[in-house]
T-cell receptor, first 114, second 112 residues
């Protein structure tokens, strides 16, 4: 069965520090992977997506993620975080079929300290 | 700009009452979805639809009905609201396949 695991429920980093949010997936076949961000009382916004090709994908606001098939991982990274990056981050995989359904991880709450 | 609009943004309902959550999209997307967000559970799919007048069950459909009267509109119906249905509900739309899914801002439902 398809699933997404985000092992860290909460991550706290200092402003200006680098960031890695972890994501591992379970999927038979070629996965389509996404990272979404949710700001307080807002909907989810797409940060980046991976379909194929270069395993390092660039997203908005300086975020990037690397697809490592051998490790079934799709970790999100940022070189230098800003206080405005504080939010909940969701990793997701597209379900099989052509429906656009997403399977989400539980999310990681990022708190950036000044 | 792609838009998914939900109404109401928040609602308090009484146990056993009927609740209707509405969603409208201007994306011209075929697919629409209702997700539920609970603390500790992430987002889970309740119902979805790929064409007007047809709906499909998602992963947690029990206690919910859905209605898609037009391409633009998709409603979630709780016929007999229960305390366990207190959650934040998100509507979303997409073109299907592995394209981007666009989310509304959510409806916070509290059942008392």
């Amino acid at each position: 069965a398809q699933s997404v695991t985000q092992p860290d429920a909460r991550v706290t980093v200092s402003e200006g520090a680098s960031l890695q949010l972890r994501c591992k997936y379970s999927y038979s076949g070629t996965p389509y992977l996404f990272w979404y961000v949710q700001y307080p009382r807002q909907g989810l916004q797409l940060l980046l997506k991976y379909y194929s090709g270069d395993p390092v994908v660039q997203g908005v606001n300086g975020f990037e993620a690397e697809f490592i098939k051998s490790n079934s991982s799709f970790h999100l990274r940022k070189a230098s975080v800003h206080w405005s990056d504080s939010a909940v981050y969701f990793c997701a995989v597209s379900a099989t079929g052509n429906t656009g359904k997403l399977i989400f991880g539980l999310g990681t709450t990022l708190q950036v300290q000044p | 700009e792609a838009a998914v609009t939900q109404s109401p943004r928040s609602k308090v309902a009484v146990t056993g009452g009927k609740v209707t959550l509405s969603c409208h999209q201007t994306n011209n997307h075929d697919y629409m979805y209702w997700y539920r967000q609970d603390t500790g559970h992430g987002l889970r799919l309740i119902h979805y639809s790929y064409v007007a007048d047809s709906t499909e069950k998602g992963d947690i459909p029990d206690g919910y009905k859905a209605s898609r009267p037009s391409q633009e509109n998709f409603s979630l119906i709780l016929e007999l609201a229960s305390l366990s249905q207190t959650a934040v509900y998100f509507c979303a739309s997409s073109s299907g396949g592995n394209t981007e899914v666009f989310f509304g801002k959510g409806t916070r439902l509290t059942v008392v």
